[in-house]
């Protein structure tokens, strides 16, 4: 790399680690006004490299999910393929780790809608990746026989979960299993949003027993004892 490319790289970089420290000061309402005064250069110089603040937080919101991926990713294939829970517990620990470490970043990922911001198609692939972590556990599960659900799901359910299942990322799911996955997810990030958002104060003193015990439910519930 040239060093000019390497220049731009490093100073892109340094845009979005300032914007990072702004989100943990400020939230989303980000300022390329406020991140440029912070770098100590004109705003201008900062539009050269985002356009605008959506570009920023869509940038931002990249690198987060991509983080949570890799470190989901790595965690999960540590583990024996034929050990599905342990698969699950992996993989649920891995995100409550990331998130743990990266609260701001995971409240930009899965908190509050930043008023003004439609995220573009860009974010879907690396929003996607832990979750095709849970897919391949799923699908693993099915295969060898070990996840078998029959629960009946109402017509719109199963209509809209036949269009996922159509796709590539989720074929060979049957939308049983592919209901129950969706609904151990959503209580995993619930659970987990409880937790960083204040929601259990006062209801919660030991939070590592609490989602331990919350990943083993969620795991019962898909057919993933221990």
Known sequence: ?????????????????????????????????????????????????????????????????????????VAEARQPRGDLAARWFALGRAIRAWARANPHEYALLYGSPVPGYAAPRDTVEPANRPVLVLVSILRDGAASGTLTVNDRLPRAVRADLAQLIATPEFADVSPA??????????????????????????AVTNYDAYFEYQLKAMGSYLGLHR
């Open 1 to 73: 790399m040239g060093v000019r490319a390497q220049a731009r790289v490093d100073t892109t970089e340094a845009i979005k680690q300032t914007a990072r420290r702004h989100l943990a000061q400020d939230g989303p309402n980000l300022s390329l006004r406020a991140v440029a005064r912070d770098l100590g250069v004109v705003s201008s110089a900062v539009y050269r490299y985002f356009a605008s603040r959506d570009d920023l937080l869509t940038a931002l919101i990249v690198d987060g999910y991509d983080a949570l991926g890799a470190n989901v990713e």
């Open 177 to 202: 299993v592919l209901a129950r996955g969706m609904t151990a997810w959503a209580q995993l990030f619930g659970t987990l949003s409880f937790e960083l958002f204040g929601r259990l104060t006062g």
